[in-house]
Every structure is written in structure tokens, then in C-alpha cells.
């Protein structure tokens, strides 16, 4: 998978970043350090900062153009390339009292197997958020649009990438020494109508869901001459637009996130 585009992720910032502060507010008061996994382009280091004045703030990401962008934004914050299983391993950087992660373990496959491991970094909390949107229309026509040739002779099955469900969470990190908090929020967010015409949904899970498929028909464009990129945005806009009817006061998208805190209890 190509890399990601810190640009086009923070066109929607007030969005994506609205879970991470209704996550933050149900971490206890007692956070100095934190290890915040899958940090993008820094822009949630300063709610961190905001939640707990003075804690010092460890961003990792495997992405070098989202570590690029935050070490630029933030020149005096600490930013490390590195992987989510990686850390859960003992690895990236030292254990922290907290370790926090936004929209970024839906990406690592298996990953409710490294929960434990990732919380054991933790000196009093591990906190994260997934999104629970795999089966809304937004992904499925997705899979759909790329299931159809010449799209799929490229990009081969689009992965579900489903997520565990607020129990599923609990029965992972519950055990002695550990109090579990986990819930789910749907947001109804409403996008603005575009400068270019792209549908709003369309340009949304460009820059997260669909990214891998358009960076795999954009490689292959590069290479053959073709223009599939274009082609499949097309589709998929048609397919989105009906799906999402645009309105007078934007188009909604309703999102469902799936949150999770475990609390060391000694």
C-alpha cells in the first residue's frame, strides 16, 4: 500500500478528531507521558497537551510522509516512524502511563490479539478507537466497485476490514489488575458540498478506506497508460451519490465507532 497524504486526511480534521477527545475524557487525570499509536500528522498532540498540561507526547507512525508532516507542524514534539506491533512487542520507545491510539488498529491485521500486549505498555491506561463502519454503504460499495472489472484485475478482493464490537474489547483486555470501560458512538457528521464537484462521501474515504485501491489503480495507471483511477472514481462517486443523497445543509454520513478504556487498577 502507498503511503498516506497528511493533506487530504486533514480536510475533514474537525471530524476525525472528535472521537479522540470523547475517548481522552474517560482516561484518568494521572498522565505525564503518553505513546500516542498511529499519530498521523501530529494533529491530535496538542488535545493531549490541552487534556494534561505538560505531558510529554510520543508520536509513531508507520506512514514517513504523516511523520514528515507532524515533526514539521510540531518541530518541538517527538515523532518516531515505526509499527503497532512493534511497540506491542516492547519495542519503538519506552512505556508510558499512557497509550492511546485513534482509528489506527483497524489497519493491523489481527489485532485484537496484540490488545493485551499493547495495554502491558501502559503504566495506567490504554485507550483507543476503532471504527465499526465496515458494513455502512460507504464500504460496501466500495468492495463492490472494485469487485467489477477491469478494477478488480488490478486491485484483486478488497478486504473486509472488520472490527470487534464493544463486548468483543472487553473480553479481550479483561482480566486481574484491569477495569475495562467500552462503548459505541454513531455520529451523523455533515460533510460540505466540494470545490470540485466530488461527491462528499467520495472524497471522506479517499484519504482512509478506499486509499489502498486508489493508490494500487494509480500505480498501475503510471505503468500502462490506462486511466482506472479516474474510471473508478467515477463509479464509485455515482454509487455514493445515490446512497447519500446531497441536502440544503450538506450530505450526512452516519459513522459508528467503537471506543475502549482499560484502566490498571493497581
Known amino acids: 500500500m502507498g503511503d498516506w497524504s497528511p493533506e487530504h486526511y486533514l480536510r475533514y480534521v474537525d471530524e476525525r478528531s472528535r472521537p479522540f477527545t470523547e ?43 504523516m511523520i514528515d508532516r507532524a515533526r514539521a507542524d ?14 506491542a512487542a516492547g519495542g519503538v520507545t519506552d512505556d508510558a502511563d499512557l497509550v492511546v491510539s485513534n482509528a489506527t488498529l483497524q489497519w493491523v491485521p489481527g489485532y ?10 501502559a503504566r495506567h491506561a490504554f485507550a483507543f478507537s476503532v471504527p465499526g463502519n465496515h458494513d455502512a454503504p460507504s464500504h460496501v460499495l466500495l468492495r463492490t466497485v472494485a469487485s ?15 472490527v470487534g464490537d464493544p463486548a468483543d474489547h472487553l473480553a479481550d483486555l479483561a482480566r486481574p489488575g484491569w477495569d475495562v470501560d467500552v462503548w459505541e458512538t454513531t455520529y451523523t457528521h455533515v460533510l460540505p458540498d466540494t470545490d470540485d464537484g ?25 505503468a500502462h497508460g490506462t486511466d482506472l483511477r479516474a474510471r473508478f472514481r467515477v463509479d464509485l462517486g455515482a454509487e455514493l451519490a445515490a446512497a447519500y443523497p446531497r441536502t440544503s445543509h450538506g450530505t450526512p454520513l452516519t459513522f459508528r465507532r467503537v471506543f475502549t478504556v482499560a484502566r490498571r487498577t493497581h
Open 74 to 87: 510540531d518541530p518541538d514534539g517527538t515523532y518516531l516512524r515505526g509499527d503497532v506491533r512493534d511497540h
Open 198 to 222: 466530488t461527491h462528499p462521501v467520495l472524497r471522506w474515504i479517499s484519504a482512509t478506506g478506499a486509499q489502498p485501491v486508489l493508490h494500487a489503480l494509480s500505480t498501475h495507471d503510471a
Open 23 to 65: 475517548l481522552l475524557a474517560r482516561v484518568p487525570d494521572d498522565v505525564t507521558t503518553a505513546v500516542d499509536l498511529g499519530c498521523g500528522p501530529g494533529h491530535l498532540t496538542g488535545v493531549l497537551r490541552a487534556r494534561w498540561p505538560g505531558v510529554r507526547v510520543v508520536g509513531v507512525d508507520s506512514s514517513p510522509a
Open 112 to 121: 485484537r490479539t496484540l490488545l493485551p500486549h499493547l495495554a502491558d505498555r
Open 148 to 162: 467489477r472489472r477491469p478494477f478488480a484485475d488490478v486491485v484483486g478482493t478488497v478486504e473486509r476490514r472488520a
